[in-house]
DNA sequence: ATAGGGTTAG
């Protein structure tokens, strides 16, 4: 199966031009435009050039009526000027800059309302503080800020989290006498919500007599952004009269605390209050919805949002599609993406991540390729979905693209640490440990997420004593491992054998950091000990759990059971492992080859008829490569991929220059042993010989060549592999089920024990 | 002429 190639790497952002939009119809607005001989008009408001201003649809147009303005000396007057600069700074086609320039070219003082509506426009973009610099150049031309002035420059303190600059502006507003305006009173309390400085909030709030639904609102978020959701839930129970912003606060107060049931309990009592719900109401409805899987409630809202026709709406149809996407209905939330016509980049990053949600990453890197071919500009959240992807499938040139990508054109990251551990993740889960390290080290961002990352990847990679000085320098930079730092440093021991150090670093988890052991935890720890034959100790710790194993450690028990030999115990585990999990035929393989082992083919033969019997087939083994970008997938003897013959004869090569290195099958596996991958045919057309003459073929002699596989190496794929990387001078990274292998010059870095 | 509280993706 071949996935659609990876788009060239982008140079410099494009600029894209707000005025490309705007056609040559334009012009037609301009013959309605008065000349400088008709009569004059008393009364600005009717002037045609204003009339037109208020239907200018484009800065472009706009910038032909202000042409106009100044020929018939309009501009002279405060109140044109007012007109054009509140159009440009705020209008839906925003052009801050031509209205700065407009404003510093004023021939006269600007008045109130011109500074009102910069500071309100400057509050809107992404750097609101500059309306603090308008404010204070209002305050030094001597112009005296009113009611308007104020609720937009706490938002830009709200917004940029400025508690200094917002408690110099309340004082400000108490000077001038301001404080019992309704409107100025309620941004005060909501920019101390905002800021962190809910104490002050509330004693604005109490000292005021002013309390109407929407100061009180303001109030209720504070509490819930401090997450005291139960002391929101108080003042908000005393709202006299609730409208629907305050339902939705509330609504919202209990979804972003995770209390979905709540959420949706809220919105019932809301209906019963007779408050009809709006978009807002839905939005966060749905994310409750996609929370709790409640498909039925979802679809109920898609109906509201049909009948309501707003299916346009961006907002919400995303918010459809994550709720269908976390229900599992992939294919409902695509028809809804399908059907939008416009899309904005946040439906885009929905739609790959609900995708990479559900493990379907083929989908979501098609999806990605797809975004980048519609020019849309992809942002840190649409890394975020399809890093987990490209790690999953071993897409390292993908990966490398991201991350050069991020380099160049991502300036401003808002989840930098969560991106750059992605970017680790997906380095070392791509097979390039190095490289993941080399990110780690450069990063001054660094989270506990990150140090994980970097430990349970030189785990994977079989680098135990990195992994493990990895943690003493994480502990003594003073950062506290947590659960999932134990469960690399647990894996990292088990990866290399070292069993009394696991069993170290277990109790000491318990004891010194008092982390309760999770199933993982007694998934690595039973792996270690039932691989070095303690059979006895892992049975006792498995006693000891005060939950149920699950089939992970049965099967590494039975996994050891194999290496050791050990038919009786095997036969029980391989009961358990049955009853817990009955469609694994994995479990059955094992079991197979337990009884291969000790000789007891009769055995062999029955399991194999029991797995006919219930038509159970196994997973096929399926390896894939990526070359140039593009990620090729094998099957177990696979034609069907178009450089079929030079793969095959490639491969009649690869076995003829085994035959002659002394590489002698294991033919006894072929007939009786059923390891992980079936046997249909000849060992050499197993998925990851294929995927490695695919390699020899297509990549430069000397290259590296990395393959990753769904099931666990065999034993004779794994000897000839180490061969071919001595015979054909090639370093060989696999990446298994379980691990990385890293094969050169004839040997493994797993020491032929995995 | 202008201004207040609430909402989404991982």
Not at 65 to 79: A, P, R, S
Not at 547 to 553: F, T
Request: negative net charge.
């Amino acid at each position: 199966m071949l996935l659609s190639s990876v788009p060239p790497l982008p140079t410099a952002p494009a600029s894209s031009s707000s005025s490309s939009s705007s056609s040559s119809s334009s012009s037609s607005i301009l013959h309605f435009l008065p000349s400088s001989t008709d009569p004059p008009y008393t009364l600005l408001e009717n002037h045609p050039s204003l009339i037109l201003l208020s239907q200018c649809e484009s800065i472009h147009t706009l910038k032909q009526v202000h042409g106009h303005v100044i020929k018939t000396g309009l501009h002279n007057t405060l109140f044109a000027l007012s007109k054009l600069i509140h159009f440009c700074a705020l209008s839906p086609s925003a052009d801050l800059s031509y209205a700065l320039s407009l404003f510093r070219s004023a021939p006269q003082q600007p008045n109130p309302f011109i500074f009102n509506t910069l500071i309100r426009a400057h509050s809107l973009t992404p750097s609101p503080l500059h309306s603090l610099n308008t404010f204070s150049e209002m305050i030094a031309s001597g112009v005296q800020p009113n009611s308007h002035t104020f609720p937009s420059i706490f938002k830009s303190c709200a917004k940029s989290k400025a508690p200094r600059e917002g408690k110099q502006l309340h004082s400000q507003v108490i000077k001038l006498g301001l404080q019992s305006d309704p409107h100025v009173h309620t941004s005060v309390i909501a920019m101390y919500a905002k800021v962190g400085e809910l104490g002050d909030a509330r004693k604005v709030f109490d000292k005021s007599p002013l309390r109407d639904a929407v100061s009180f609102t303001a109030l209720v978020t504070g509490y819930v952004s401090e997450g005291r959701v139960d002391d929101a839930r108080t003042l908000f129970d005393e709202i006299p009269r609730k409208d629907v912003v305050s339902w939705n606060a509330m609504i919202a107060g209990y979804v972003q605390s995770d209390r979905f049931e709540e959420a949706l309990d809220c919105f019932d009592v809301m209906k019963e209050a007779g408050v009809e719900p709006d978009q807002s109401t839905m939005v966060t409805l749905l994310c409750a919805c996609g929370h709790l899987r409640k498909l039925e409630l979802g679809e109920w809202i898609g109906s509201w949002v049909r009948d309501h026709r707003l299916s346009s709406n961006l907002q919400l149809t995303s918010s459809l599609i994550d709720m269908y996407a976390k229900c599992g209905e992939i294919d409902k939330a695509r028809d809804l993406f399908d059907g939008v016509e416009e899309r904005d980049v946040i439906i885009w990053n929905t739609m790959i991540g609900g995708y990479s949600h559900l493990c379907f990453y083929e989908d979501a890197l098609a999806l990605f390729d797809l975004m980048l071919r519609s020019n849309v500009k992809p942002t840190d959240v649409t890394f975020l979905a399809v890093l987990p992807a490209c790690a999953c499938l071993g897409a390292l040139d993908l990966g490398k693209w991201i991350h050069a990508y991020v380099d160049r054109n991502l300036k401003s990251i808002d989840n930098a640490s969560a991106l750059w551990t992605s970017l680790i993740d997906m380095y070392a889960k791509c097979g390039s440990i190095e490289v993941a390290e080399q990110v780690f080290r450069s990063i001054s961002c660094r989270s506990l997420a990150s140090w994980n990352a970097m430990t349970s990847g030189l785990a994977m990679h079989g680098h135990a004593d990195r992994a493990l000085r990895l943690v003493s320098e994480m502990t003594d930079e003073g950062y506290q491992p947590d659960d999932i730092t134990f469960v690399g440093v647990l894996s990292a021991c088990t990866q290399a054998g070292l069993v009394d150090l696991g069993q170290q670093y277990f109790n000491s988890m318990t004891q010194d950091y008092k982390i309760s052991p999770k199933l993982q935890h007694y998934g690595c720890m039973i792996d270690l000990l039932a691989r070095s034959g303690k059979f006895e100790e892992a049975k006792s710790l498995m006693r000891s759990m005060d939950m149920e194993p699950d089939g992970a450690i049965w099967g590494s028990l039975l996994n050891a059971c194999k290496v050791h030999g050990d038919v009786e115990f095997g036969e029980y585990v391989a009961e358990q492992l049955f009853q817990l999990e009955p469609e694994n035929t994995g479990a059955y393989v094992l079991l197979s080859n337990i009884y291969a082992g000790a000789g007891r083919w009769d055995d062999v033969a029955r399991i194999r008829t029991m797995l006919n019997d219930k038509g159970m087939k196994k997973v096929p083994g399926c390896t894939s490569i990526e070359v140039d970008g593009v990620v090729h997938e094998f099957l177990v003897g696979d034609k069907f991929h178009p450089q079929s013959k030079e793969i095959h004869t490639m491969l009649d090569e690869v076995d003829k220059l085994l035959g002659e290195a002394g590489f002698v099958p294991d033919t006894s596996e072929v007939l009786y042993d059923m390891d992980e991958e079936w046997k249909e045919g000849a060992l050499s057309h197993h998925s990851e010989k294929l995927a490695i003459s695919f390699g020899l073929i297509s990549t430069k002699p000397g290259t590296t060549i990395r393959i990753v596989k769904n099931l666990r190496v065999c034993r004779n794929c794994h000897l000839a592999t180490k061969l071919i990387s001595k015979i054909f001078n090639r370093e060989i990274i696999a990446r298994d089920r379980n691990r990385f292998h890293h094969f050169k010059d004839g040997f493994c870095s797993c020491n032929d024990c995995w």
